[in-house]
């Protein structure tokens, strides 16, 4: 299940046409937990060096939706927060999410990412969020 559980996702992902713009990889997908990771390039960074924040958001938002969807299915991001630890200087950013808690029609998810740098990695950021199922219409 676990194995056509990411494949799925790996489809949706594909389907992101932002995501594919950024390099998105979704690395790990089962019940209330995701990773996703971006190997960094060089327009993924800002004028200081280090990956853009905006980049390291995008990947909490959307492991944390993956997290949350493992529980709701069709899912978006209500709400997120995001702090910032430290600069992200590395080769590649992973990020860790999952359900801390869940009803029938929102989760709540936390993700710590992590930047890799000479194959260690460092937590750069945390957030927290609630995702929402998506109702058909």
């Known amino acids: 299940m ?25 690395v790990a997908w089962s019940p209330d937990l995701a990773e996703l990771a971006i190997d960094l390039q060089p327009h993924h960074l800002q004028q200081h060096g280090v990956a853009h924040g905006g980049v390291v958001s995008y990947l909490a938002d959307n492991a944390l939706t993956y997290a949350g969807g493992s529980r709701l299915g069709d899912s978006m991001t209500l709400e997120f927060k995001i702090n910032y630890l430290r600069p992200a200087r590395g080769e590649r950013l992973v990020a860790r999410a999952r359900v801390t808690g869940s009803g029938k029609t929102q989760a709540v998810c936390q993700c710590d990412i992590f930047i890799v740098a000479g194959g260690a ?6 957030a927290q969020g609630t995702i929402w199922k998506v109702e058909p219409p």
């Open 121 to 126: 990695e460092k937590l750069c950021a945390v």
């Open 2 to 26: 676990t194995g056509d559980m990411l494949a799925r996702g790996r489809a949706v992902l594909e389907a992101q046409a932002f995501s594919r713009l950024i390099g998105a990889k979704l």
